[in-house]
């Protein structure tokens, strides 16, 4: 406990310090290619004050003290017991972790996509993810989804973006009432199929690359509160219950101001189930896991499961220059530094070639699938 106090006031001083980061960030930025998710980052350090884990290298393995593996901390179904009685949360029981990934779809989910994935990886899934639009017919598809992965013993995190047709400002539009009929829509659909399934809406909010986000919103974080709230609220009145409330910001915000500050998005504790965290490793900068983990687990670890909803690392071809790790070890210090999250309760692998080769199973092979395996097998 002594050492997570000490995180705790090391991430204090830190934020302190954001300002004078902002700019260096934004530096940084400026001089990148263009991207669609994760961007660098300020210099971070690679190991915390007081803690044993060494710098993030090739060869680095973690060393998780005794004081802190061992410690009785308090689980998040004695935090909010009243929520969970409420509806399903799907929180995996004990040190489980959810194994999730997304596995491309065109069309449905495809069975033999995913029985491939799972030989890969030698474990079976949990979770899969399905991202859908806003249209006439996201429910209707996202049901199909549902129960094709429901007969696979599978859960669904939907990422529902709203993308909309005239490229207006999305979360005016649903403040302002306008989408009103299309949100019933879908909320009424959730509530008839009954089953709970994950729902992250407006993913990446703090970041610059979606229409719904602070930067291209009006640099307004209380309007994605205003638009968030309005949903949750609609689906309350069509008896969605079922739908686990999944919040999901970049570790990173862009631009790193203070007004884009991650916690400026929180709707709130009532208004949210999981919290969820978006990181990619390599392909734009050196960090290790953990420094992407922290912020969001210290601010929200003691009021919500955690999930990591979407993460992966580049390919060897396609990392930034001052990249020191190998994919599998980028990959190896994910799994080893998951003993300090224990609210930590679900990871999703992005598993596709688009900005780089994310895929686990991509070079350098077969050390990558290998790192990736051996992790699991370590979770398990």
């Not at 030698?122 to 989804?145: A, F, G, M, P, R």
């Not at 199929?193 to 909010?205: D, S, T, V």
């Not at 916690?263 to 490793?281: H, K, M």
Request: with cysteine; hydrophobic share 40%.
């Amino acid at each position: 406990m002594k050492n997570f106090v000490k995180i705790f006031f090391f991430f204090m001083l830190m934020g302190l310090s954001a300002c004078q980061s902002s700019n260096a960030l934004e530096s940084v930025l400026s001089t990148q290619e263009p991207f669609q998710r994760e961007v660098s980052a300020p210099e971070i350090p690679t190991s915390l004050p007081n803690q044993s884990l060494p710098a993030a290298t090739e060869n680095s393995t973690t060393e998780i003290p005794n004081d802190l593996s061992s410690q009785a901390v308090p689980t998040v179904t004695e935090i909010i017991p009243q929520k969970i009685q409420q509806h399903d949360l799907l929180i995996p029981v004990g040190n489980t972790i959810y194994q999730g990934a997304w596995l491309p779809v065109k069309g449905n989910i495809l069975p033999a996509d995913v029985k491939s994935f799972e030989d890969d990886v030698n474990h079976k899934l949990d979770s899969v993810i399905y991202y859908v639009s806003w249209n006439e017919q996201d429910w209707k598809w996202c049901q199909t989804q549902l129960e094709i992965a429901g007969s696979l013993d599978l859960t669904v995190q939907v990422v529902w973006e709203p993308w909309l047709k005239d490229k207006s400002n999305p979360l005016q539009s649903i403040v302002d009432g306008e989408q009103d009929e299309h949100i019933d829509y879908f909320a009424r659909g959730a509530a008839k199929y009954g089953k709970p399934f994950f729902l992250r809406f407006a993913h990446e909010m703090n970041g610059n690359w979606y229409p719904w986000s602070g930067e291209n919103t009006g640099k307004n974080p209380d309007l994605y509160i205003q638009a968030w709230k309005h949903i949750w609220e609609r689906f309350k009145q069509s008896g969605a219950e079922n739908v686990i409330w999944v919040w999901s910001p970049n570790a990173l915000s862009v631009p790193a101001a203070s007004w884009n500050d991650i916690s400026a998005y929180y709707p709130g504790q009532e208004y949210v189930d999981w919290v969820g965290v978006d990181f990619y490793g390599l392909k734009w900068s050196n960090d290790p896991p953990e420094t992407m983990i922290d912020p969001i687990y210290l601010l929200y670890g003691k009021n919500h499961p955690i999930m990591i909803a979407e993460t992966a690392a580049a390919d060897p071809k396609n990392v930034a220059q001052d990249v020191t790790m190998s994919k599998p070890a980028w990959i190896k210090r994910l799994f080893d530094v998951l003993p300090f999250y224990p609210e930590l309760k679900a990871i999703y692998w992005f598993n596709e070639i688009k900005e780089a080769d994310w895929r686990v199973q991509s070079e350098p092979s077969p050390d990558s699938l290998d790192a990736y395996r051996q992790g699991w097998e370590k979770v398990q």
